[in-house]
């Protein structure tokens, strides 16, 4: 398979398989055939075929929100038979697009839901809702990547905008992201899955028990019950 770049990536001199480098342009399969054989690299992504490599991690901005947001989304998992979670997981998109999003829950596919796993492992398909963790709204996570959702049809796109405090919920809409707005209580709600409710304040204040409380509270609605007799009427 060829590479799109003008000129072929670096070659480790001590090894016969190219090496990743930010901003080399590459398609899928070629991107992760070269990521596959680096197992150090940790975290890389191809955006519009572009590669993007990642970055050390710090506690606060970006380690401590992830650590929320993974439990946030596994209680929910836990009471929502049918749905499952995942954390840093590659998804192949399409040709130009393989991304590994901080967490993503989506419908399991017998019940209904768009994903499937590849021969190797990766989730291919769009998941029905993906959590990026971003430090402000110049990162590349409300930019180029907001683009490769909403074109692959990621139907809820969650942005914690941790250095800028603040919280971005995209839904899908005719093609366009559109806010979802929070209640008067500064609560959002899930248009795709019920019962998966978020608590503004409570989460911007890293408050982990006052978010799973909202939403435990969020799962005893009749709305969450029928969404998941209606998965367990799918998987039959």
Partial sequence: MSVLAASPPRVSPAATVPVLENGDCLNAEEFLRLYEAMPEVKKAE?????????????????????????????????HTPGTRSAANTTVVFDRDNVLQPDALLRVLPECGGRTELTQDGYLSDPPELIVEIAA????????????????NRVLEYLVWRTVDEAFDWFVLEHEEYILN????????????????????????????AAVLATLEQAMRAPEHAAFVARLAEQKK
Avoid: C
Wanted: aromatic share 6%; proline share 5%; net charge positive.
């Fill in 136 to 151: 402000t709204r110049a990162s590349k996570d409300l930019h180029v990547k907001l683009r490769a959702y909403r074109r």
């Fill in 181 to 208: 707005q929070p209640d008067a209580q500064n609560v959002i709600r899930s248009r795709v899955f019920p019962g998966l409710a978020l608590n503004l304040t409570a989460l911007l204040a890293r408050d982990t």
């Fill in 46 to 78: 191809l955006i519009e075929g572009v590669v993007y490599m990642g970055s050390p991690v710090r506690v606060v901005q970006h380690g401590e929100p992830d650590a929320l947001m993974q439990g946030w989304l596994g209680n929910y998992v836990a």
